[in-house]
């Protein structure tokens, strides 16, 4: 089972994560602002929920190399903390430059739109990296069900991503509006989700 401070932890860097204006989210609020809020909230609960996928390949991925070898984990936990200061060093490097658009209109019912997510999210082979580094950043070995503590947090992931992108989805016109009225915005979340990647890495290559 998972500790009060490792979930609060998790949930805190999860929700700034996933708040950052991305690919994922920035689709959501253009599809809510050309299709309708919900539009919106259908094309997001299917990108959170693509998150599951990931969160299985996860368990079963890591689960294995724990099994196998406790330095393999901790190697991995060292190769995923570099890959997550890289993309905190990115997100610094590329600030502000997605910007909300209006979307398009296919034509799509919501059960299209919702399946769109769900594949969209689940064959991104960037979400599928970012999991693996992401997700065993918090599991601690010592307290034992390695496999529980990661399935645990990858849905709580999905349960706080769901939540997120159904509100972007259904107030997806204020906030895209809000947004395009303050660019400076845009570049101050990027920062702190890269200052957020940044931290996470350094404590996992820096901490024995």
């Known amino acids: 089972m998972l500790t009060l401070a490792q979930t609060l932890a998790f949930l805190a860097a999860a929700l700034v994560l996933t708040a950052t204006p991305g690919p994922d989210n920035l689709m959501v609020l253009s599809m809510g602002m050309s299709r309708g809020r919900r539009a919106g909230m259908a094309f997001g609960l299917g990108c959170a929920l693509g998150c599951l996928s990931h969160t299985l390949l996860a368990v079963v991925g890591v689960s294995a190399l724990v099994a196998a070898s406790p330095l393999a984990f901790g190697l991995l936990k060292a190769v995923g903390g570099a890959y997550l200061v890289w993309m905190g060093v990115q997100a610094w490097r590329h600030a502000g430059r997605v910007a909300v658009g209006g979307g398009s209109d296919d034509g799509a019912s919501l059960r299209q739109l919702f399946v769109k997510g769900l594949v969209a999210n689940a064959i991104n082979p960037k979400v599928v990296l970012f999991f693996l580094a992401f997700l065993p950043q918090f599991v601690v070995a010592s307290q034992g069900g390695v496999p529980v503590q990661l399935g ?57």
């Open 152 to 208: 645990l947090l990858g849905l709580l992931f999905t349960a706080q991503a769901a939540l997120l992108f159904g509100a972007l989805g259904y107030f997806s016109g204020r906030v895209g509006a809000w947004l395009n009225r303050r660019p400076a915005i845009g570049p101050w979340l990027d920062r702190l989700a890269g200052t957020v990647f940044i931290g996470l890495g350094l404590r996992m290559i820096l901490t024995k």
